[in-house]
Nanobody, 115 residues
């Protein structure tokens, strides 16, 4: 069982930046960030495959960057030029494990962008 701990959310003004972190207790194979705004479905924000390829939602391209620190088993989401429409609960989603690999979800961290 891999434990995930998310951090880095908070309140920021439009145009500001935040960095979300997701620390895992096991080796991360694949990573992704999702978000869910009030009254909306959860959506993919960014993902990174084991081959290093990245995918970003059109709404965040050029503003958000997904990254990882393998030594720390931690994934990050750097969010710049934040907009009020980025307000949501952000969840990390990883495939992780030192022997058997399973998907896991973080507990979510709230990001609020004020106008």
């Amino acid at each position: 069982q891999v434990q995930l701990v998310e951090s880095g959310g908070g309140l920021v003004q439009a145009g500001g930046s935040l960095r979300l972190s997701c620390a895992a207790s096991g080796t991360i194979i694949m990573m992704a960030w999702y978000r869910q705004a009030p009254g909306k479905q959860r959506e993919l924000v960014a993902s990174s495959t084991s081959g290093g390829g990245t995918i970003y939602a059109d709404s965040v391209k050029g503003r958000f960057t997904i990254a990882r620190d393998n030594a720390k088993n931690t994934v990050y989401l750097q969010m710049n030029s934040l907009k009020p429409e980025d307000t949501a609960v952000y969840y990390c989603n990883v495939d992780a494990g030192d022997d058997d690999v399973y998907p896991y979800w973080g507990q979510g961290t709230r990001v609020t962008v004020s106008s």
